[in-house]
């Protein structure tokens, strides 16, 4: 089975702080996605990348895709509470996987006000 | 356009007790998933349909679990007998097509507790 690591596990920060989560695997992924989870709620893809070195923007969140496609972060300027949730990288199209989604663990982050 | 429509939200049972989840997927969506999510990780998928076909269930454990998508729409997800270690998050999820870059579109899940 396929890892994909996250980092941190959990993280709390306060209002208008930045912050960077990590997203690693020793297998090359044809795509990887990053999805934003509430609290009984199901994820919800915020970006997906597929191109390696490829930077998205999406407001205050910036994602990028490493230049050998096994490793992705997200970044978030200026935090708002409203940030909070669970951010879970997810690797797709990896040899072994096929078009299976392989998610992370995820990264649990609270944004105080 | 509705989303993706999982019931029950909640359900308690006891060890050793059948339970099942439905799933009705966006309209015109050909692929849905089913994933099992545990506290504190992240989803795990169980099995994939394309219509109505089971493309890849190699992580459905086959003694207790079985699934089925009549008509290519719906879809029920059943475990029976339940044990404790099944007590979890199911999400559904539905695209498109089945492409790994493809988005998934998720439900809320349903929380199942087994005592």
């Known amino acids: 089975t396929q890892l994909l690591e996250q980092s941190p596990q959990f993280l709390s920060i306060q209002e208008g702080e930045n912050l960077t989560v990590y997203c690693n695997s020793s297998s090359v992924f044809s795509s990887l996605q990053w999805y934003r989870q509430e609290p009984g709620e199901g994820p919800v893809l915020l970006v997906t990348v597929v191109t390696g070195g490829e930077v998205k923007k999406l407001k205050r969140l910036t994602f990028q895709f490493g230049d050998a496609r096994k490793d992705s972060s997200l970044h978030i300027t200026a935090a708002q509470p409203g940030d909070t949730g669970l951010y879970l990288c997810a690797g797709g199209g990896e040899e072994t996987s096929g078009s299976r989604l392989t998610f992370g663990e995820g990264t649990q982050l609270t944004v105080n006000p | 356009e509705a989303g993706v429509v999982q019931s029950p939200r909640y359900k308690i049972i006891e060890k050793k007790q059948p339970v099942a989840f439905w799933c009705n997927p966006i309209s015109g969506h050909n692929t849905l998933y089913w994933y099992r999510q545990n506290l504190g990780q992240g989803p795990e998928l169980l099995i994939r349909y394309e219509n109505e076909e089971a493309v890849d269930d190699s992580q459905l454990p086959k003694d207790r679990f079985s699934a089925e998508r009549l008509k290519g729409v719906d879809s029920t997800l059943k475990i029976q007998p339940a044990e404790l270690g099944d007590s979890a998050v199911y999400l559904c999820?539905?695209?498109?097509?089945?492409?790994?870059?493809?988005?998934?579109?998720f439900g809320p899940g349903t929380r199942l507790t087994v005592t």
């Open positions: 999820a539905s695209s498109l097509f089945g492409l790994a870059g493809n988005e998934q579109y």
